[in-house]
């Protein structure tokens, strides 16, 4: 066994490419094409950046080759991926011989290979965004200089066209060997499973390329490429061999020598990528190593970092001002918060609460407005608006306008904690938004008044509807509930009427100075097979509308003589309410519809007529 070092002679295949190296006893190094530490092979596009570890014991070479090695080790025409040899043998990788010194001093010459592995691109000789990191600009005041100037080009770009024009001469002024870029942008969905499958290869949705006016040639972008940067999301470089085949591997563009694609990674920015070819090196050399490329597409990189953050705040931005037609900024910032699952707009079911709300007295307003439809629409907006404002100040959330309606809901994308208790604040805001305003001559709510129905129960909400379009909505028999309880408020001639679960909510949960729940009947809807119990929400304490908690007790008892059929009893309890009061006119009329007696299948519920 020897104690000296072992010399290796690496030898390419042209006499510039040569290495004479030599590796202590018990020492291993890395071969490769660029490694992080070892020994640099640049010339040979058939050696992997990270290729093989080399050892020597003193006695024989030990060979072993990476995980993500491309091609093998080629040892007297047979291909292995791990050998171990004496001094005065050799091996080859790719293009290139290794060849060690013999204990005699003499060294073996290599036989011809009979064959070798054709170069194809993998995806792990590509650069990830940390990869490129690890090395220095080249010029980089003069880039620097040029990357200040391009906030100032995106904000005048009012185009995808624009911004790809806006790129692709940055790239072009700070890249002094760059002959032509392109900057793309493709539908990734559309890129084929196979990237030697041209025809299937999709035009892109946007494209801008830049070229200098001394390159007379014909430039077309590497589509393998550009589908290997897309797919795997990492930088590749190509270096020309003067033998590019379109068949077997990555085409150059007419007069060109190098070329990489750098993809622009990000939510915002998928399927862009920026690529650029040139020819020459920045020293003038006359071998081009991707050691020579790898500054100016860490630039090309960050450039591509820049905008894809760019694209992707503008991208949060407009979602946050759509989020906000619909949510409150309570609810936005939930759904901004990054611990929370990304699918929270998918449709799930939910204990939600329904909040239906219509504007009264349109009809007459429309008819005094016919001449001057602006001011009718300027009133239904400032009505739609208090009622808007009424809901996502108390965080609910938008699902619908309908004429003069709109439809609002708790419980998605954030659960409910209060219960109903947020609709029925909302309602009870909204219905103070519209009293304070209705009387005031000239005010756009002059003339309108108000009616609310609240439900709470399951309900899937969401995200409804097709792949062309959705929108934020609710689905559920208690959104049809809601909208009863609505319709029935104008029949009880009461601002808010609710169902029995958010009545047992308010009772316990809202203080007397809040709101007064006041029982109003059992009814069986138009259209529906079950009765329903349904309650008002008066705002404000009873007294104030000159109830004492004695009068809605024998409100209470005249309602349970009428449903136990006892009829008589139950309207001379409710003589005591005036002739104003809404709910006590409404009981009357229905019993009065059937001649004040109870019909033969009476059950205690009344049966409607209309909604």
Known sequence: MSAEPLLISIQGQVASQRLELALSVGATTRVGRLPLSGWAVPWDKMISREHADLTWDGARLQIELTDNARNPLMHHGKQVRK????????????????????????????????????????????????????????????????????????????????????????????????????????????????????????????????????????????????????????????????????????????????SFCCPVRGDATKGWCLYVSGRGTRTGAMLITEADLLPDLRFTELVAQFIGSVRQIRLLQEQKTQLSTFFSPKVIESLNDSRRSTSLLSPAERNVSVLFCDVRGFSRKSERLQGNLLELLDSVSAALGVMAKGIQENDGTIADFQGD????????????????????????????????????????????????????????????????????????????????LEGLSKQFGIPICIDENTANYVRTQLSPAQATVRRLAWVRPKGMDNPIRIYGLIPGPSESLGWTSELLEQADAALELIIAGAWEKGRNLLQCFPASDGPTQQILRLMAATGNQPPPDWDGAFTLSNK
């Open 83 to 258: 050998l171990s040899i004496e001094p005065g043998d050799w091996f080859q990788i790719g293009q290139t011989t290794f060849q060690t010194l013999s204990l005699n001093g003499t060294i073996e010459s290599p036989q011809p290979l009979e064959a070798t592995t054709s170069f194809a691109m993998d995806a792990a000789e590509g650069y990830s965004a940390a990869d490129l990191r690890k090395f220095q600009f080249q010029n980089a005041s003069q880039q620097l200089e040029l990357l200040s100037e391009l906030p100032e080009g995106l904000r005048k770009a009012t185009s995808d066209q624009e911004l790809c024009g806006t790129l692709s001469r940055l790239l072009l002024a700070a890249l002094p060997q760059a002959v032509a870029v392109a900057v793309s942008h493709y539908d990734v969905s559309e890129l084929p499973a196979d990237p030697y499958v041209m025809t299937e290869f999709p035009k892109p949705l946007t494209m801008r390329m830049e070229l200098r006016e001394e390159y007379t040639g014909r430039f077309r972008p590497s589509r393998r490429m550009i589908w290997q940067a897309l797919t795997h999301e990492r930088s590749l470089i190509h270096i020309s061999s003067g033998d590019d085949d379109p068949e077997a591997g990555v085409t150059m563009s007419e007069g060109l020598g190098w």
């Open 405 to 484: 309606a709109a439809l609002g809901f708790w419980g998605w994308p954030v659960p409910l904690e209060d219960g109903p208790l947020p609709a029925c604040r909302a309602a009870l805001q909204i219905y103070q938004d519209f009293r304070e305003n209705v009387l005031r001559t000239g005010h756009r709510l002059e003339g309108f008044s108000v009616g609310i129905g609240i439900a709470h129960g399951r309900a899937v909400a969401g995200q409804i509807g097709t792949d062309r379009q959705a929108k934020v909505g609710v689905l559920g028999p208690v959104v049809n509930l809601g909208s009863r």
